[in-house]
């Protein structure tokens, strides 16, 4: 199974900051690339899919990149609601994967 | 609006039962793949079990395949997860999600429940 690396394990930012979260996968996954958010005490929520198409109603502010085995979330400007863990996953290949989250904590 | 609302946890022994429903609401149900995914306390997420929209095509993970069963009564627009020989380690929130393909992207999910699999 293909396995996805995310890093950086724990990303400490101020609101108004720049984060850039990466995910790398064992093998290519082309475009096929997820990303998700989740705030502690819910459900993840779909942000990013096939690499760089905003969900709907995701904020501009939320963009995704990358194709092959290398692959980046940026949120432009952090809001205080973007403090929550990332996860990245991979629907090319079966079964399909996640990775092991990316932790988005205020300094 | 799509609603997705868990249930069906709960405290169980090593080698119990267990059946997680999952209603849904706000879509044609028999449209969609439903999956479950789970979340071990503190850690990641991993893909459970997943099934077709006519329930014809089921698919589920090593870790879980001949232990739970994964089945969907679309009259009733519910997903079901028939959970037997429950280990420790299948101790998580088990979370029932929408696709349009088995391998995602999962673009609803419910709430979570909680199962928990201790002596």
């Known amino acids: 199974e293909i396995v996805l690396t995310q890093s950086p394990a724990t990303l400490s930012l101020s609101p108004g900051e720049r984060a850039t979260l990466s995910c790398r996968a064992s093998?290519?996954?082309?475009?096929?690339l997820v990303w998700y958010q989740q705030k502690p005490g819910q459900a993840p929520r779909l942000l990013i899919y096939?690499?760089?198409n905003r969900a709907t109603g995701i904020p501009a502010r939320f963009s995704g990149s990358g194709s092959g085995t290398d692959f980046t979330l940026t949120i432009s400007s952090l809001e205080p609601e973007d403090f929550a863990v990332y996860y990245c996953q991979q629907r090319t290949n079966w079964p399909p994967t996640f990775g092991g989250g990316t932790k988005v904590e205020i300094k | 609006e799509v609603q997705l609302v868990d249930s069906g946890g709960g405290s169980v022994q090593p080698g119990g039962s267990l059946r997680l429903s999952c209603a849904a609401s706000?879509?044609?149900?028999?449209?969609?793949?439903m999956t479950w995914v789970r979340q071990a306390p503190g850690k990641g997420l991993e893909w459970v079990s997943g099934i077709s929209g006519s329930g014809g095509s089921t698919y589920d993970a090593d870790s879980v395949k001949g232990r739970f069963t994964i089945s969907r009564d679309n009259s009733k627009n519910t997903l079901y997860l028939q959970m037997n020989s429950l280990r420790a380690e299948d101790t998580a929130v088990y979370y029932c999600a929408k696709s349009t393909v088995t391998t995602g992207p999962f673009d609803y999910w419910g709430q979570g429940t909680l199962v928990i699999v201790s002596s």
């Open positions: 093998q290519s996954v082309s475009s096929y």
């Open positions: 096939d690499a760089s």
């Open positions: 706000g879509f044609i149900f028999s449209n969609y793949v």
